[in-house]
Protein backbone atom coordinates (compact mmCIF):
# COMPACT_ATOMS: atom_id res chain seq x y z
CA UNK A 1 0.00 0.00 0.00
CA UNK A 2 3.22 2.27 0.83
CA UNK A 3 3.91 1.83 -2.61
CA UNK A 4 1.00 2.47 -4.34
CA UNK A 5 0.81 5.83 -2.16
CA UNK A 6 4.08 6.70 -3.30
CA UNK A 7 3.65 6.05 -6.71
CA UNK A 8 0.12 7.78 -6.86
CA UNK A 9 2.35 11.28 -5.28
CA UNK A 10 4.78 10.65 -8.09
CA UNK A 11 2.12 11.12 -10.64
CA UNK A 12 0.63 14.26 -9.01
CA UNK A 13 3.08 16.83 -10.14
CA UNK A 14 2.33 15.65 -13.82
CA UNK A 15 -1.00 15.94 -13.24
CA UNK A 16 -0.72 19.63 -11.91
CA UNK A 17 1.38 20.88 -14.97
CA UNK A 18 -1.18 19.64 -17.29
CA UNK A 19 -3.82 21.53 -14.61
CA UNK A 20 -1.38 24.36 -15.69
CA UNK A 21 -1.41 23.97 -19.21
CA UNK A 22 -4.92 23.76 -19.81
CA UNK A 23 -5.72 26.66 -17.65
CA UNK A 24 -2.65 28.77 -19.70
CA UNK A 25 -4.32 27.43 -23.30
CA UNK A 26 -8.09 27.76 -22.29
CA UNK A 27 -7.84 31.89 -22.54
CA UNK A 28 -6.00 31.51 -26.12
CA UNK A 29 -8.99 29.32 -27.35
CA UNK A 30 -11.39 31.83 -25.76
CA UNK A 31 -10.39 34.25 -27.36
CA UNK A 32 -9.53 32.73 -30.62
CA UNK A 33 -13.36 32.01 -30.66
CA UNK A 34 -14.55 35.02 -30.18
CA UNK A 35 -12.17 36.92 -32.72
CA UNK A 36 -13.59 34.20 -35.17
CA UNK A 37 -17.31 34.71 -34.18
CA UNK A 38 -15.64 38.60 -34.95
CA UNK A 39 -14.93 38.06 -38.04
CA UNK A 40 -17.96 35.94 -39.40
CA UNK A 41 -20.47 38.43 -38.29
CA UNK A 42 -18.00 41.11 -39.27
CA UNK A 43 -18.27 39.77 -42.81
CA UNK A 44 -21.82 38.96 -43.14
CA UNK A 45 -22.40 42.73 -42.28
CA UNK A 46 -20.02 43.75 -44.64
CA UNK A 47 -21.70 41.47 -47.10
CA UNK A 48 -24.57 43.06 -46.64
CA UNK A 49 -23.50 46.59 -47.18
CA UNK A 50 -22.21 45.69 -50.05
CA UNK A 51 -25.45 44.06 -51.30
CA UNK A 52 -27.26 47.27 -50.29
CA UNK A 53 -25.06 49.61 -51.62
CA UNK A 54 -25.30 47.72 -54.97
CA UNK A 55 -29.05 47.60 -54.72
CA UNK A 56 -29.00 51.52 -54.02
CA UNK A 57 -26.57 52.31 -57.27
CA UNK A 58 -29.53 50.55 -59.06
CA UNK A 59 -32.06 52.62 -57.69
CA UNK A 60 -29.95 55.63 -58.50
CA UNK A 61 -29.19 54.29 -62.23
CA UNK A 62 -32.72 52.99 -63.28
CA UNK A 63 -34.28 56.36 -61.60
CA UNK A 64 -31.63 58.77 -63.50
CA UNK A 65 -32.91 56.26 -66.88
CA UNK A 66 -36.59 57.46 -66.13
CA UNK A 67 -35.73 61.24 -65.71
CA UNK A 68 -34.02 60.85 -69.27
CA UNK A 69 -36.79 59.33 -71.41
CA UNK A 70 -39.31 62.00 -69.23
CA UNK A 71 -37.01 64.54 -70.78
CA UNK A 72 -36.99 62.88 -74.09
CA UNK A 73 -40.85 62.73 -73.66
CA UNK A 74 -41.33 66.28 -73.01
CA UNK A 75 -39.38 67.32 -75.60
CA UNK A 76 -40.87 65.12 -78.60
CA UNK A 77 -44.15 67.04 -76.98
CA UNK A 78 -42.44 70.09 -76.72
CA UNK A 79 -44.69 73.38 -78.74
CA UNK A 80 -41.53 73.56 -80.93
CA UNK A 81 -41.69 69.99 -81.98
CA UNK A 82 -45.14 69.66 -82.46
CA UNK A 83 -45.55 72.69 -84.83
CA UNK A 84 -42.66 71.05 -87.05
CA UNK A 85 -44.48 67.75 -86.58
CA UNK A 86 -47.71 69.31 -87.67
CA UNK A 87 -46.72 70.86 -90.41
CA UNK A 88 -44.70 67.98 -92.13
CA UNK A 89 -48.06 66.29 -91.93
CA UNK A 90 -50.02 69.30 -94.28
CA UNK A 91 -51.96 71.06 -90.93
CA UNK A 92 -51.76 75.11 -91.04
CA UNK A 93 -51.82 77.18 -88.42
CA UNK A 94 -54.40 79.03 -87.52
CA UNK A 95 -54.82 83.24 -86.90
CA UNK A 96 -56.88 83.96 -83.36
CA UNK A 97 -59.40 85.23 -85.24
CA UNK A 98 -61.14 82.60 -86.39
CA UNK A 99 -60.40 80.82 -83.09
CA UNK A 100 -63.61 80.04 -81.03
CA UNK A 101 -63.29 78.52 -77.45
CA UNK A 102 -66.09 76.68 -76.15
CA UNK A 103 -66.22 76.55 -72.27
CA UNK A 104 -67.75 72.43 -71.52
CA UNK A 105 -68.88 72.46 -67.35
CA UNK A 106 -68.35 68.71 -67.31
CA UNK A 107 -65.06 69.09 -68.61
CA UNK A 108 -62.16 68.22 -65.84
CA UNK A 109 -59.04 69.67 -67.67
CA UNK A 110 -56.15 67.45 -68.33
CA UNK A 111 -54.86 65.97 -65.38
CA UNK A 112 -50.82 65.86 -64.42
CA UNK A 113 -49.36 62.52 -63.67
CA UNK A 114 -45.88 62.69 -62.11
CA UNK A 115 -44.12 59.40 -62.90
CA UNK A 116 -41.11 59.29 -60.62
CA UNK A 117 -39.65 61.17 -57.95
CA UNK A 118 -36.43 63.66 -58.75
CA UNK A 119 -33.43 61.69 -59.07
CA UNK A 120 -31.71 64.05 -56.73
CA UNK A 121 -34.69 63.27 -54.01
CA UNK A 122 -32.43 60.55 -52.65
CA UNK A 123 -34.26 58.74 -49.49
CA UNK A 124 -32.46 56.69 -47.48
CA UNK A 125 -35.06 56.30 -44.65
CA UNK A 126 -36.83 53.23 -47.03
CA UNK A 127 -33.98 51.03 -46.25
CA UNK A 128 -33.97 48.11 -43.90
CA UNK A 129 -31.88 46.44 -42.38
CA UNK A 130 -31.93 43.01 -41.11
CA UNK A 131 -32.02 43.15 -37.45
CA UNK A 132 -29.45 40.64 -37.29
CA UNK A 133 -26.90 43.27 -38.63
CA UNK A 134 -27.49 45.96 -36.27
CA UNK A 135 -26.12 44.27 -33.43
CA UNK A 136 -22.80 44.71 -31.75
CA UNK A 137 -20.34 41.22 -30.98
CA UNK A 138 -20.71 42.95 -27.04
CA UNK A 139 -24.43 42.66 -27.67
CA UNK A 140 -24.96 39.76 -29.31
CA UNK A 141 -22.46 37.90 -26.71
CA UNK A 142 -24.76 39.75 -23.58
CA UNK A 143 -27.96 38.40 -24.93
CA UNK A 144 -26.79 34.88 -25.68
CA UNK A 145 -25.24 34.63 -22.32
CA UNK A 146 -28.04 36.17 -20.79
CA UNK A 147 -30.90 34.46 -22.31
CA UNK A 148 -28.99 31.16 -21.77
CA UNK A 149 -28.55 32.26 -17.88
CA UNK A 150 -32.06 32.63 -17.95
CA UNK A 151 -33.04 29.93 -19.34
CA UNK A 152 -31.00 27.79 -16.92
CA UNK A 153 -32.96 29.99 -13.82
CA UNK A 154 -36.11 29.14 -15.23
CA UNK A 155 -35.43 25.37 -15.46
Do not use: H
Amino acid sequence: MAKQLIQAYKQTPRRKQLQKLGLSVLPVITLGTIFALYLVFSAQAAAAGLEIRAYLDTKEELQRTIANENTQLAWLLSNTNMSKRAEKLGFTQISSDNTFYMVLPSYPGRTVRLTSPAPASDSEGDVVLNSAYQESLGDFLQNLLFSASSKEVEQ
